[in-house]
DNA sequence: GTCCCGCGTTCCACTCACCGGTACGCTGTT
DNA sequence: AACAGCGTACCGGTGAGTGGAACGCGGGAC
């Protein structure tokens, strides 16, 4: 649990509240879910408000555009973004297929950017929104190069069975992720939503081994094969690597254990 | 200036420190920025460290991936976004040239999202960032049409001078503000940035005549000629304008006494 | 019609989270 | 060696923030 004894951690208990899936949340929903007493959500609430992070509609709250602002403002995600995005174009036109960039947060997947046509399969990822590891391609790309440690860590936590297909025996993904440092990309098969596959390649950079991102290309089983595709999404991801590697903006995603450390030389470069 | 005698509003005015450009910030130029005391900055920015919204790198803070995360659940922009991306790859695919979707905030233009591949031309926009409306293609779109109080606020104020072509004389303005709703268009000839190009077209709610957003296609003198790519860049706005109308009066709630999608649209109206 | 429940809002006296001046240690520069 | 600017740590006073209680409202049950 947050700290909710501060007035920083009630505000961001209130704007977590808020799921992907949520648009607009009665101030009585919002004191369910913060577990806060009513008089303070509403004082609160309404500070956010006045502090445009939320907007006060007439049915409840909704997070406002004003945070979407200042979200995109996180230098990290930003630049990975702005560096990526004409690839990741690229790689839709080659393909037509929604194309994914993520970066891995914790022991999960957070999408950065999802490009896709109005044909794209129904898959229930969003921009901004998170998947486990071990069931999608970007996942398993990203798994594979975060080093043992982290494997270690997700192989032996319970491994949460989407589909008939997710891989649950920690055994099996443990076999396939050495596959997938050996072929440099992942597949995924159904594992995270029935009717979809996946390949995904890592974004690397190069002075160290540190995976920064993953791109990937998603299809419906039917028109949709992956492997011919193998080669245009490798191309991607090592595109975006080296860019971003030749720009000199050396990116270190946010690890909520290990954080902090190897930014140093960027500091000057950018003034 | 921000109430900066509250915990929130503290936190904000150091958020809100950081610029587009800004990646990473010292505490001193935090202090700078915001006025407060420097141990207030410390204690503060740690908090903010610790509820994920900063990150500590070696040189100082920057805005964090929670952030991020956060802003991308805004609902209002991220239901338009998912929505419009189809339609800008579209328009991607038949252009070649860059595309933006903006909406409108105060004054300002916010850019939604910016997609270009690798021969885009060099313009100062980027996603999340703001623009004056009198001087740019879906500025001057937002500005038609949103209704006359607003145009005689900004064109009373004074119209800043950005480049040699930039419009500064209200009248001319005026007029231009009357062919772009006579014509459901509007064009920018190097007005914000020299050497570009953009062709901008309304997304209009279908109930009523309040613009939602704008969208444009942006592209370099010399290989670009904005006139061929009126009749994209409409339809491109119009299908969006569309698909939202109809998405608003379809869904159904899922859970009972949802009323809250119902309010998504008229949500997406206000703005 | 009446009752009743859940919602959003307002109020106010207590108190603890927040404040910011002060001081310290460090690193480069003059 | 003296200095200037930075990040960090400490700590007593106090007012911003707190949350329980009470109110008005709308709508569903009966």
New binding site residues.
């Given amino acids: 649990m947050d700290e909710?004894?501060?007035?920083?951690?009630?505000a961001l208990a209130i704007l977590r509240s808020f799921t992907p899936n949520d648009t607009v949340l009665?101030?009585?929903?919002?004191?369910?879910r913060t577990g806060?007493?009513?008089?303070?959500?509403?004082?609160?609430?309404?500070?956010l408000v006045g502090h445009r992070l939320l907007d006060?509609t007439a049915?409840?709250y909704r997070l406002s555009g004003g945070l979407f602002e200042l979200g995109l403002r996180a230098s990290v995600e930003r630049s990975l973004l702005e560096v990526a995005m004409p690839f990741l174009q690229d790689l839709y036109e080659r393909t037509h297929e929604t194309v994914h960039l993520g970066v891995r947060d914790g022991d999960e997947v957070v999408y950065v950017a999802k490009i896709g046509g109005h044909r794209q399969a129904a898959s229930p990822s969003r921009t901004g929104g998170r998947m486990p590891l071990h069931c999608t391609a970007i996942g398993k790309v990203l798994l594979a190069y975060a080093g043992p440690e982290l494997q270690q860590e997700v192989l032996a936590g319970p491994l949460e069975r989407r589909t008939p297909h997710t891989i649950v025996a920690p055994g099996r993904l443990r076999r396939q992720l050495d596959g997938v440092l050996e072929k440099g990309v992942a597949f995924e098969r159904e594992e995270s939503t029935a009717g979809l596959l996946c390949v995904a390649a890592p974004v690397l950079g190069t002075d160290d081994t540190a995976v920064l991102a993953a791109i990937s290309v998603t299809g419906p089983v039917g028109r949709f094969k992956p492997e011919p595709h193998v080669d245009a999404v490798r191309a991607a991801a090592t595109g975006v690597g080296s860019t971003l590697a030749w720009r000199g903006s050396l990116i270190r995603p946010a690890d909520p254990r290990a954080a902090s450390v190897a930014v140093a030389r960027q500091g000057l470069a950018q003034r």
Same sequence: chains 1, 2.
């Fill in positions: 909710l004894d501060t007035v920083l951690g009630k009665p101030l009585a929903e919002l004191v369910r806060l007493p009513k008089g303070t959500v509403h004082r609160v609430a309404g500070d006060k049915t409840g």
